[in-house]
């Protein structure tokens, strides 16, 4: 079972990123997927879901408006899209299956002018 994250880097204030998770090892179409963030001092928290066939989603009210979380079952893939980013959005994004059972290795993302 395994996650991988991409996409990550630095941007400047108002840009945007697109983050993937390529998911593999289970049946990625049977799990809701999340995505988390933890910045320095700070717990993991939970930044997105999105339900199995993709109806449903949740976003943290930090980042609701900008961020949209997608998912492509053909391709075992959940994605991130971050539009407007700020300053404070800068941490390392990890992908989980459901709520944390399983970890991706985390991708650095630093929005900085």
């Known amino acids: 079972v395994q996650l991988v994250e991409s996409g990550g880097g630095l941007v400047q204030p108002g840009g945007s990123l697109r983050l993937s998770c390529a998911a593999s090892?289970?049946?990625?179409?049977?799990?809701?997927m999340t995505w988390y963030r933890r910045t320095p001092g700070k717990e993991r928290g939970l930044v997105a879901s999105?339900?199995?066939?993709?109806?449903?989603?949740y976003y943290a009210d930090s980042v609701k408006g900008r961020f949209t979380i997608s998912r492509d079952n053909a391709k075992n893939t959940v994605y991130l899209q971050m539009n407007s980013l700020k300053l404070e959005d800068t941490a390392v994004y990890y992908c989980?299956?459901?709520?944390?059972?399983?970890w991706g290795q985390g991708t650095q993302v630093t929005v900085s002018s």
């Open positions: 090892g289970f049946t990625f179409s049977a799990y809701v």
């Open positions: 989980s299956k459901q709520y944390g059972s399983i």
């Open positions: 999105i339900a199995t066939n993709g109806d449903s989603t």
